[in-house]
């Protein structure tokens, strides 16, 4: 089985710098996506990490750690746009894409 | 973006009426993928496609079925909806097995009254 486990809900400041953090528990681990979604609208691709360690993309950067399970979504600079809710998703591979999402965090930007 | 395109966005049906969502690509991608979203549930995935034909079932199959006969073309279908299908339906592509990245139809609203 699977388990993702993220925080439902953060808020923080315009212009301040926010991680949300994912943990997951997964047989057959391949890599871990991270997706935005605005409310009303389908994901969108942010990253995918498959080796330990930080990969930075502008403003989102995302973490990996494979041998304790954690992921986390870096974002700098936050914009009101940055409003949205962020999804944790462990690909398992296995000769064709399996994704699996977790609840998801809504991020709330304040002035 | 990647051409994708879903239809209907929005349906409104009855208990017990057969529904079919269509998911319409124009990437040429293999892959193909249909998810419904809940709240508090996040993305589930109901089937998949791995090429024309070729289909499997995802971790919340029950009481849907898929067809894909051509590359561009994923349906999904409840024989005879109920009220807990009520739900948002996204289809998915994907190219690279490798990389995985999934792109997202705009989601598909369908009330089972």
Sequence with gaps: GQNIDQPTEMTATEGAIVQ???TYQTS???GLFWYQQHAGEAPTFLSYNVLDGLEEKGRFSS?????????YLLLKELQMKDSASYLCAVSRGGGYQK????TGTKLQVIP | DAGITQSPRHKVTETGTPVTLRCHQTEN??????????PGHGLRLIHYSYGVKDTDKGEVSDGYSVSRSKTED???TLESATSSQTS???????GDWNTGELFFGEGSRLTVL
């Design chain 2, 74 to 76: 994923f349906l999904l």
């Design chain 1, 63 to 71: 973490f990996l750690s494979r041998s304790k399970g954690y992921s």
């Design chain 1, 99 to 102: 994704v699996t999402f977790g």
């Design chain 2, 29 to 38: 991608h293999r892959y193909m993928y249909w998810y419904r979203q809940d």
């Design chain 2, 88 to 94: 948002v339906y996204f289809c998915a592509i994907s």
């Design chain 1, 28 to 30: 057959g681990f391949n």
């Design chain 1, 20 to 22: 949300i953090n994912c």
